[in-house]
């Protein structure tokens, strides 16, 4: 394996409760904080009906309540060159990845008003898109949703607007997308097919199918709480997000003085292939998806102090990713705290694992493992006497191994794939501020 490291240089995120810097994330996640809210009303939802589902037969509750983003409709058009129409023809998701993505670009130390030209890729992750009326409709915006209203315009954009010339592409994997894009882009890069590249991931919820789809499935929280890998938990509960992050060789971040947040020593994708039903996680296949992320890391499973899981607080999906990590890090050695952001901010979907794996960072950053909210009641699913994995119940303190930290987070989608990554952490001075 070569010494010439895949590290992240840059990062930027916006989550619910109107966050929209790793300072107020982070501070979110040290203090406990959830950070859900009742539904939007400027989205023309019907928020009666969607309420009056569970009187149907064979429907669930839906509560009035989910993880969303304050600023998602907040966009200055002029500042990326987009007229006011184009502007209103973009889906959210567009919009909202632009501007994360410029401010992991300053965050990184790069001006992103000197890139055209630049050998860089641009991987992003979107939900699917809901935005708007019928494409097939004759409007105002006709001969702007081409790519205004299509995923292909959520990384499009910002090479577009950047003037990045290397590879750009839309990636969608269900609540996988953002680690799959991560595992691209590092990919991109190990192999020269760019100098750096942007990875990331928005979601935006242009209508609230998903709620109508979960309740259909008797899937959705029913008091409003995502209660992630805890014994009453009933379901879980919708948000929004995104982050990017800068993605390059630590070599050239340290020749530009570019910080290095922690090294990506390894990433690997799967699909749980046939047997269950298609939404039906598989323990075997992440059971074999972690191991070879271990093997491709070349550490000692043992060293893992975080584990950042996916954490649905479905009945089905919690219990699969538990075992499965009891099963490899667990039998290894491992005493690893686990938890899931979703406990604080509702399952943001295509950008899941992406507001995961920048706690993961942050937490490596800090040396304190932030808590999962509502973990005092482990799951009894899961033998936990049979494994030294705990779940993460408040804020701990994170000891480095030989000035690193060692760290892990998981995804998996509703199409079946699965996505893992290994992160090694430089232990840091409190006084160098993210």
Known sequence: MSDDHVVIAGMAIEAPGGIDSTKSYWSALAESRELIGPFPTDREWPIEEMLALAERDDWGSITDSGGFLAGAAAFDPAFFGITRREAVSMDPQQRVG???????????GINPAALDGADAGCFIGASPMEYGPATASITPYTGHRVVGWGQLGVAGRISHALGLSGPSMCVDSACASSLTAVHLAATAVRARECEWALAGAVCVMGSPAAFYEFAKLNALSDDGHCRSYADDASGTLWGEGAGVVVVEHESRARRLGHRVYGRLLASRTNHNGKGKPILVPRTHAQEELVRKTIRAADIDAADIGMIEGHGTATRAG??????ALQNTYGA???????????????HAQAAAGMLGLIKLLLAGHHGQIPPSLFAENPTTKVD??????????ELQPWEPKDGV??????????????????????????????
């Open 405 to 434: 930290r060692y760290g892990a987070v998981s995804s998996f989608g509703a199409g079946g794939a699965n996505a893992h990554a290994i992160v090694a952490i430089p232990a840091r001075e409190e006084t160098d501020d993210f």
């Open 98 to 108: 632009m501007r994360v993505a410029w401010r992991a670009l300053e965050n990184a």
């Open 318 to 323: 919690d219990p699969v990713e538990l075992n």
């Open 332 to 346: 290894a050695g491992s005493s690893a705290l686990v938890g899931s952001v979703k406990s604080n901010a509702g």
């Open 384 to 393: 936990w006497d049979r494994s030294n994995l705990r779940l993460a119940t």
